[in-house]
C-alpha cells in the first residue's frame, strides 16, 4: 500500500489549502482513513477522520469547524479542506490508513504572513 500525499504550501492566515491523500491499493472504500499533522518540535496529533459506509467523520477539536474530511472512493482519495488557517496550523500533513502503519511521506503546510 501507498499514500501519496500532495497539496500543502504557504498560504497567508486566514487562507484555505485542500490537501489530497491518495492510496494505491484495493479496498480503498473498506479503510477508515485519517490526517495527521506534526508541527515542529511536537508530537503528531490527529486531526480528522472518516469512516466507510455512511462516511461519518470525527475532528479534533482544534480545527472543527474549519477543516472539512471527505473522499472520493472512486479516486481512492480522501481529502483535506483547510479554510481559515491560523498560524498554529503549521505542520507537515500525513495521511493513515487507520489501525495500520501505512503513512504516506506527509505534505508540508506554512501559514505565515
Known amino acids: 500500500v501507498r499514500l501519496v500525499e500532495s497539496g500543502g504550501g504557504l498560504v497567508q492566515p486566514g487562507g484555505s489549502l485542500r490537501l489530497s491523500c491518495a492510496h494505491s491499493?484495493?479496498?480503498?472504500?473498506?479503510?477508515?482513513m485519517n490526517w495527521y499533522r506534526q508541527a515542529p518540535g511536537k508530537e503528531r496529533e490527529w486531526v480528522a477522520d472518516?469512516?466507510?459506509?455512511?462516511?461519518?467523520?470525527g475532528y479534533a477539536d482544534s480545527v472543527k469547524g474549519r477543516f472539512t474530511i471527505y473522499r472520493d472512493n472512486a479516486k481512492s482519495t480522501v481529502y483535506l479542506q483547510m479554510n481559515s488557517l491560523k498560524v498554529e496550523d503549521t505542520a507537515v500533513y500525513y495521511c493513515?490508513?487507520?489501525?495500520?502503519?501505512?503513512w504516506g511521506q506527509g505534505t508540508q503546510v506554512i501559514v505565515d504572513s
Open positions: 493513515n490508513v487507520a489501525g495500520t502503519k501505512s
Open positions: 491499493g484495493l479496498g480503498f472504500s473498506s479503510l477508515v
Open positions: 472518516i469512516s466507510i459506509g455512511d462516511g461519518r467523520r
